[in-house]
């Protein structure tokens, strides 16, 4: 019973993080007409909502990093959950290298308190490129990037939960 809440509750928090990503992913095509001044007004209607829902992000990695301790080695269940582990490390990786450092330039003018200052205080800042545009791909290419590797962690433990 036990296994079964833990796989419920994983599979629950991975969607969560391949819905945020891929949102992101499927905005993409609209946000790339905008210019400098409608684009970075746009900017920061995401940092609350999608904050909140970020959450899933470590705590789907701790929920399937938690499923395959249950799991034993060497069996098909245990290579999809590992493949799903793997790839929200991706989701992770391209966050605090790409994804981060470009909020935080975004964000250096906004009054952030409590919990999202804390937030997005972590990693280290992107410096200010002599063109906005190149920001904007890099974070907008990042968001492509997570969400492939979210969709990817979802279908591995969808087909293992389902094994």
Same mark, same amino acid.
């Given at each position: 019973?036990?296994?079964?809440?833990?796989?419920?509750?994983?599979?629950?928090? +991975?969607?969560?993080?391949?819905?945020?990503?891929?949102?992101?992913?499927?905005?993409?095509?609209?946000?790339?007409?905008?210019?400098?001044?409608?684009?970075?007004?746009?900017?920061?209607?995401?940092?609350?909502?999608?904050?909140?829902?970020?959450?899933?992000?470590?705590?789907?990695? +701790?929920?399937?990093?938690?499923?395959?301790?249950?799991?034993?080695?060497?069996?098909?269940?245990? !290579?999809?959950?590992?493949?799903?582990?793997?790839?929200?490390?991706?989701?992770?990786?391209?966050? !605090?290298?790409?994804?981060?450092?470009?909020?935080?330039? !975004?964000?250096?003018?906004?009054?952030?308190?409590?919990?999202?200052?804390?937030?997005? @205080?972590?990693?280290?800042?992107?410096?200010?490129?002599? @063109?906005?545009?190149?920001?904007? @791909?890099? !974070?907008?290419?990042?968001?492509?990037?997570?969400?492939?590797?979210?969709?990817?962690?979802?279908?591995?433990?969808? +087909?293992?939960?389902?094994?």
């Amino acid at each position: 019973m036990m296994e079964i809440a833990l796989e419920i509750a994983a599979t629950l928090l +991975v969607a969560i993080t391949m819905a945020l990503s891929l949102a992101h992913a499927l905005e993409l095509p609209g946000k790339m007409r905008l210019d400098r001044e409608q684009y970075l007004a746009v900017q920061p209607i995401y940092y609350p909502g999608f904050t909140i829902g970020g959450a899933a992000e470590p705590l789907g990695t +701790v929920a399937v990093a938690a499923l395959l301790a249950t799991i034993p080695v060497g069996t098909s269940r245990f !290579w999809l959950i590992a493949g799903s582990l793997a790839a929200l490390l991706v989701v992770q990786l391209i966050f !605090w290298t790409m994804t981060q450092p470009v909020n935080r330039y !975004w964000l250096q003018a906004q009054p952030l308190t409590g919990s999202a200052r804390n937030f997005f @205080d972590t990693g280290a800042a992107a410096e200010a490129p002599g @063109d906005w545009r190149s920001m904007r @791909d890099r !974070w907008e290419r990042s968001h492509v990037l997570r969400a492939v590797a979210a969709m990817s962690a979802f279908v591995l433990l969808v +087909v293992a939960v389902a094994l």
